[in-house]
């Protein structure tokens, strides 16, 4: 804490007296926060390891029986740990800027990082310390919540974590720009890769977290708009907006109070969300106890963003007068300031959502619950509508396009758009909805694959390549564009598994004697046992239910429910089988007898396409991540894509 308190006096005084002595002493000074963080951490993973009772958060998170994998995973499990996880991370990313080569806004940056530091050291030794001890050393701990034995569990948290503390770093930067009164889009050259890596992090974050509820909580879904997940996707949005909103200023000179605003909100939503899971002030089963954390997370963050809007409110004139306004309606710039308007509407339908029960028991003095079906219909339209303004952006040139040339160019994925909409009717899918928004995935997916299709194909005219080679060759010399496809068309096979798989479930709650069948979306399962092991610490009760799809024998699955020694209620284990087009999933609710089980089996369409989704979301911004530089090649074969284009 103190370490944190004097990098911020140093790099102050440093910038104020003009001094290299002050501003390298406080990198000195970032150093000793992240050696004595990482220390930390180090100490604390190892008396989570050893069962070291006498230290009240390793008593609360593990006890002799958890695996050791868990007991790595119990350190960010609770208040405490989580926010020594959280600081670690935000020491590190500090040191990395400290260290990296100086420019302009390296000494505001560390003020406004070692400044979060110093709060998460305050909070910590004010309110949650993880190395409290306690008067009585017990003989075991309480163990870790079961349904956070999960591999999801290990991996989530952390890369939520990484995405969260990332974006303080794109928010420093906007600071450093506004306290420098430097308008220029240099800082959104320095901030790219650490806002597209955060952004990374986030999608990764939210997609294994929704992995982790479909295979662990048992209820058949994937997304429940739970506050703590709404918490999570806020930010995401934002930071998708940030990340489009910023290449027309590094290419046109505009938008820059909107990215400002858009770097500053998507730091607050992180805060905000740090406020919701630790305040208890919503129920989640993914937040902390109830604490007082959220009063303090609440005032820093309105401090921040104050201090932030004060900033941007005092160079107004200077941020105008730099910029350029976006004047032709029917070009590239304006299709992206749509798509940030459209990420910025769902944004704030799932944040009115979130605190609206708040709002209501504040001011009619009772808590009005926003559950699924309010977010599902205000979310899918704004959407969907997203998915129509990315299958035609790709075809929109920079500064004018022509409508009717727009049109033109993308008559054939629109006609296959068409085409889908008829062979899903005619197969009997119902909704209109899910055959409009499958039909617009299409078209989506259709003008990316056409758009690379055309400049493999432009390149081979320049250069007499072969179709493998000019392919590999165009993206590694364009990655930032051609990794934006990518991602664009990942999001358009993830939308496919999510419409399908809420459009038309199927859904079974059944009681069943032993040796009974039943029968559900052409699977027939088959109740064989009902049996019981002892582990160490818990009693797993499991039926073995038999699978034949379509008269073909498939192996059986085994739903379990686990009785932990530790905890009251029992952890439901899922068994899932899974296809390219549905997964059949079971899951044993309860039983009378050995000879008598009621199972939920659900057969949920395409969610296997939402994984796979996100892994090529992830695949095309690793892509994007490695820019490869422009060269003349390039240029000839742009050219000669518009050309083909026009005819």
Same mark, same amino acid.
């Given at each position: 804490?103190?370490?944190?308190?004097?990098?911020?006096?140093?790099?102050?005084?440093?910038?104020?007296?003009?001094?290299?002595?002050?501003?390298?002493?406080?990198?000195?000074?970032?150093?000793?926060?992240? =050696?004595?963080?990482?220390?930390?951490?180090?100490?604390?993973?190892?008396?989570?390891?050893?069962?070291?009772?006498?230290?009240?958060?390793?008593?609360?998170?593990? &006890?002799?029986?958890?695996?050791?994998?868990?007991?790595?995973?119990?350190?960010? /499990?609770?208040?405490? #740990?989580? =926010?020594?996880?959280?600081?670690?991370?935000?020491?590190?990313?500090?040191?990395? @800027?400290?260290?990296? *080569?100086?420019?302009?806004?390296?000494?505001?940056?560390?003020?406004?990082?070692?400044?979060?530091?110093?709060?998460?050291?305050?909070?910590?030794?004010?309110?949650?310390?993880?190395? $409290?001890?306690?008067?009585?050393?017990?003989?075991?701990?309480?163990?870790?919540?079961?349904?956070?034995? &999960?591999?999801?569990?290990?991996?989530?948290?952390?890369?939520?974590?990484?995405?969260?503390?990332?974006? /303080?770093?794109?928010?420093?930067?906007?600071?450093?720009?506004?306290?420098?009164?430097?308008?220029?889009?240099?800082?959104?050259?320095?901030?790219?890769?650490?806002?597209?890596?955060?952004?990374?992090?986030?999608?990764?974050?939210?997609?294994?977290?929704?992995?982790?509820?479909?295979?662990?909580?048992?209820?058949?879904?994937?997304?429940?708009?739970?506050?703590?997940?709404?918490?999570?996707?806020?930010?995401? +949005?934002?930071?998708? /907006?940030?990340?489009?909103?910023?290449?027309?200023?590094?290419?046109?000179?505009?938008?820059?109070?909107?990215?400002?605003?858009?770097?500053?909100?998507?730091? #607050?939503?992180?805060?905000?969300?740090?406020?919701?899971?630790?305040?208890?002030?919503?129920?989640?089963?993914?937040?902390?106890?109830?604490?007082?954390?959220?009063?303090?997370?609440?005032?820093?963050?309105?401090?921040?963003?104050?201090?932030?809007?004060?900033?941007?409110?005092?160079?107004?004139?200077?941020?105008?007068?730099?910029?350029?306004?976006?004047?032709?309606?029917?070009?590239?710039?304006?299709?992206?300031?749509?798509?940030?308007? @459209?990420?910025?509407?769902?944004?704030?339908?799932?944040?009115?959502?979130?605190?609206?029960?708040?709002?209501?028991?504040?001011?009619?003095?009772?808590?009005?619950?926003? #559950?699924?079906?309010?977010?599902?219909?205000?979310?899918?339209?704004? +959407?969907?509508?997203?998915?129509?303004?990315?299958?035609?952006?790709?075809?929109?040139?920079?500064?004018?396009?022509?409508?009717?040339?727009? =049109?033109?160019? !993308?008559?054939?994925?629109?006609?296959?758009?068409?085409?889908?909409?008829?062979?899903?009717?005619?197969?009997?899918?119902?909704?209109?909805?899910?055959?409009?928004?499958?039909?617009?995935?299409?078209?989506?997916?259709?003008?990316?694959?056409?758009?690379?299709?055309?400049?493999?194909?432009?390149?081979?005219?320049?250069?007499?390549?072969?179709?493998?080679?000019?392919?590999?060759?165009?993206?590694?010399?364009?990655?930032?564009?051609?990794?934006?496809? !990518?991602?664009?068309?990942?999001?358009?096979?993830?939308?496919?598994?999510?419409?399908?798989?809420?459009?038309?479930?199927? $859904?079974?709650?059944?009681?069943?004697?032993?040796?009974?069948?039943?029968?559900?979306?052409?699977?027939?399962?088959?109740?064989?046992?009902?049996?019981?092991?002892?582990?160490?610490?818990?009693? !797993?009760?499991?039926?073995?239910?038999?699978?034949?799809?379509?008269?073909?024998?498939?192996?059986?699955?085994?739903?379990?429910?686990?009785?932990?020694?530790?905890?009251?209620?029992?952890? %439901?284990?899922? /068994?899932?089988?899974?296809?390219?087009?549905?997964?059949?999933?079971?899951?044993?609710?309860?039983? $009378?007898?050995?000879? *008598?089980?009621?199972? =939920?089996?659900?057969?949920?369409?395409? @969610?296997?396409?939402?994984?796979?989704?996100?892994?090529?979301?992830?695949?095309? %911004?690793?892509?994007?991540? %490695?820019?490869?530089?422009?060269?003349?090649?390039?240029?000839?074969?742009?050219?000669?894509?518009?050309?083909?284009?026009?005819?």
């Amino acid at each position: 804490m103190l370490l944190s308190a004097y990098t911020v006096a140093a790099t102050v005084r440093g910038i104020v007296k003009q001094s290299p002595q002050w501003l390298g002493s406080a990198k000195g000074a970032i150093f000793g926060v992240s =050696l004595a963080s990482i220390s930390a951490s180090g100490l604390l993973l190892y008396f989570l390891t050893a069962g070291r009772y006498e230290y009240t958060y390793v008593a609360s998170y593990t &006890n002799d029986a958890l695996p050791f994998l868990y007991k790595l995973s119990a350190f960010w /499990a609770g208040n405490a #740990g989580s =926010l020594l996880f959280w600081t670690l991370l935000l020491s590190l990313y500090t040191a990395i @800027i400290g260290f990296s *080569k100086n420019n302009k806004y390296s000494p505001y940056v560390l003020s406004v990082l070692a400044l979060n530091l110093l709060f998460f050291f305050i909070v910590m030794l004010a309110l949650a310390n993880p190395f $409290e001890m306690s008067d009585t050393v017990p003989p075991d701990g309480n163990g870790l919540n079961p349904m956070l034995q &999960n591999p999801g569990m290990v991996i989530h948290p952390v890369t939520l974590y990484l995405g969260y503390v990332g974006l /303080a770093v794109p928010f420093a930067f906007a600071m450093a720009s506004l306290m420098l009164k430097s308008m220029d889009s240099a800082w959104l050259k320095l901030i790219r890769k650490w806002t597209l890596t955060s952004w990374m992090f986030l999608t990764a974050g939210n997609l294994i977290g929704a992995w982790w509820a479909y295979v662990e909580l048992g209820w058949g879904g994937y997304w429940a708009w739970d506050p703590v997940e709404n918490a999570s996707f806020m930010p995401w +949005l934002t930071v998708s /907006a940030f990340l489009h909103s910023v290449m027309i200023q590094e290419r046109k000179n505009m938008l820059r109070k909107w990215n400002l605003t858009l770097a500053i909100l998507s730091y #607050g939503l992180t805060l905000f969300g740090t406020f919701l899971v630790r305040s208890g002030i919503l129920t989640s089963v993914h937040a902390f106890a109830d604490s007082s954390l959220g009063t303090y997370f609440f005032i820093f963050l309105a401090f921040m963003v104050l201090f932030a809007s004060y900033l941007v409110v005092s160079r107004n004139g200077l941020i105008n007068s730099r910029s350029v306004p976006v004047t032709a309606y029917f070009s590239k710039e304006s299709s992206f300031l749509l798509n940030n308007y @459209i990420l910025l509407a769902a944004a704030f339908a799932v944040f009115w959502g979130t605190i609206f029960p708040l709002v209501s028991e504040t001011f009619l003095g009772t808590k009005i619950n926003t #559950g699924a079906p309010y977010f599902n219909k205000v979310m899918a339209p704004i +959407l969907l509508a997203l998915i129509l303004l990315m299958a035609v952006c790709p075809a929109i040139p920079w500064e004018k396009a022509s409508p009717s040339r727009t =049109l033109m160019q !993308i008559r054939w994925p629109l006609g296959l758009s068409v085409v889908t909409a008829g062979i899903l009717a005619a197969m009997g899918v119902n909704g209109m909805f899910a055959v409009f928004g499958l039909s617009a995935c299409m078209f989506m997916l259709a003008t990316h694959v056409m758009e690379i299709t055309r400049a493999v194909r432009a390149r081979r005219r320049a250069t007499s390549e072969n179709p493998a080679t000019a392919f590999l060759k165009l993206f590694s010399k364009n990655r930032r564009r051609y990794g934006g496809y !990518i991602v664009h068309i990942g999001i358009g096979v993830l939308a496919v598994g999510i419409i399908s798989s809420q459009a038309y479930p199927l $859904e079974l709650i059944k009681t069943v004697n032993r040796g009974e069948s039943f029968t559900i979306g052409g699977y027939e399962l088959t109740f064989n046992s009902f049996n019981k092991t002892k582990q160490t610490d818990s009693d !797993i009760i499991f039926a073995e239910m038999g699978v034949a799809y379509k008269g073909k024998k498939l192996a059986p699955v085994h739903p379990e429910k686990i009785y932990y020694d530790n905890w009251a209620e029992p952890s %439901t284990e899922v /068994a899932v089988k899974s296809r390219w087009n549905e997964d059949l999933y079971v899951v044993l609710s309860s039983w $009378e007898t050995k000879n *008598k089980i009621t199972v =939920l089996a659900r057969v949920n369409p395409f @969610i296997s396409w939402i994984w796979a989704g996100g892994y090529i979301m992830l695949a095309g %911004t690793l892509v994007s991540l %490695t820019v490869g530089r422009r060269t003349a090649g390039i240029s000839l074969v742009q050219n000669l894509t518009k050309r083909e284009a026009v005819r």
